[in-house]
């Protein structure tokens, strides 16, 4: 049974920073692209970025790029999303996301077929 179980969310003031845990079982780190998506109330899920499943290569949307780092630790089976630098508009329920590895890496919600329950992150003075 694959199972994503996010952690780390909050809420945090503006400039602050965070760093979300994604906890994987039931599947091969080693053999999945992992995504991090963010959904705002009302609105469909956001790619902010990806890692393949080697770890070597990261891709993250342009407007979160500076500021989003995604890492993962295989013999932890978890994968990180760090934010700094935190602005409201990075509210949301943070979904961590995999899809079996086949070369490029994914963007898109649909593409992805495992997913976790997600974390609130709020970022309010």
């Known amino acids: 049974q694959v199972q994503l179980v996010e952690s780390g969310g909050g809420l945090v003031r503006p400039g602050e920073s965070l760093r979300l845990s994604c906890a994987v079982s039931g599947l091969t780190l080693s053999h999945y692209d992992m995504g991090w998506f963010r959904q705002a109330p009302g609105e469909q899920p956001v790619f902010v970025g990806a890692?393949?499943?080697?770890?070597?290569?990261?891709y993250y949307d342009a407007s979160v790029r500076d500021r989003f780092t995604i890492s993962r630790d295989g013999a932890m089976n978890t994968v990180y999303l760090q934010i700094y630098n935190l602005q409201p508009g990075d509210t949301g329920v943070y979904y961590c996301?995999?899809?079996?590895?086949?070369?490029?890496?994914?963007?898109?919600?649909?593409?992805?077929?495992?997913w976790g329950q997600g974390t609130q992150v709020t970022v309010s003075s």
């Open positions: 996301a995999a899809v079996e590895h086949t070369g490029t890496i994914r963007s898109r919600a649909i593409q992805y077929t495992y």
């Open positions: 890692i393949s499943s080697t770890g070597s290569t990261t």
